[in-house]
């Protein structure tokens, strides 16, 4: 079993940053992907960035390319989500999510990222 736990999510204007850290604890030796999804009013939840064990992997959906980097420390069991250049459709429930070697995945209780001036 691995809990997360989601942090950093707030109110934020337009062209602001904002950082999410999540923290996993649990069984954290049998994590392999770590990533963030996010889900906003109406919409199905998407895939933001996701990044590998070692970090020699990182995905990202296209629409947060260039703005959001995504980041791992193994020894804290921690994944973060450097969010710059923020936009209203940025707004939405940022979720954590784990995936372990047994390809069962886990999911944090969300976090409300708002861009709005």
């Known amino acids: 079993q691995v809990q997360l736990v989601e942090s950093g999510g707030g109110l934020v204007l337009p062209g602001g940053s904002l950082t999410l850290s999540c923290a996993a604890s649990?069984?954290?030796?049998?994590?392999?992907?770590m990533s963030w999804y996010r889900q906003a009013p109406g919409k199905e939840r998407e895939l933001v960035a996701a990044?590998?064990?070692?970090?020699?992997?990182?995905n990202y959906a296209d629409s947060v390319k260039g703005r959001f980097t995504i980041s791992r420390d193994n020894a804290m069991s921690m994944v973060y989500l450097q969010m710059n250049s923020l936009k209203p459709e940025d707004t939405a429930v940022y979720y954590c999510n784990v995936v372990n070697e047994w390809s069962t995945a886990y999911w944090g209780q969300g976090t409300q990222v708002t861009v709005s001036s």
């Open positions: 990044i590998g064990r070692n970090a020699l992997m990182t």
């Open positions: 649990g069984s954290t030796h049998s994590i392999l992907t």
